[in-house]
């Protein structure tokens, strides 16, 4: 689950997207929206070793 809101994911809706390994990138798909059914993110590509990266630097920031 990327969002929810305070009430409940089944009350005013959640986003969510299963996120993989594929080689050598992360892949973004499959999203979910359980709230209004509005239109969803296309599958999103990242390389791998830049998201690791980007995701060491932004939780470094949160520890």
Known sequence: MLAAAE???TCC????VTIR???SQV???GWENSGDGGEL?????FDAE???T???R?????C
Not at 13 to 16: L, T
Not at 58 to 62: C, G, L
């Open 13 to 16: 809706g959640s986003v969510w």
């Open 21 to 23: 390994r594929e080689g």
């Open 41 to 45: 993110p296309p599958e999103f590509r």
């Open 50 to 52: 830049q998201y690791d």
């Open 27 to 29: 892949l973004w798909e």
């Open 54 to 56: 980007e995701l060491a």
């Open 58 to 62: 932004a939780t470094s920031v949160w």
């Open 7 to 9: 009430c409940s994911s």
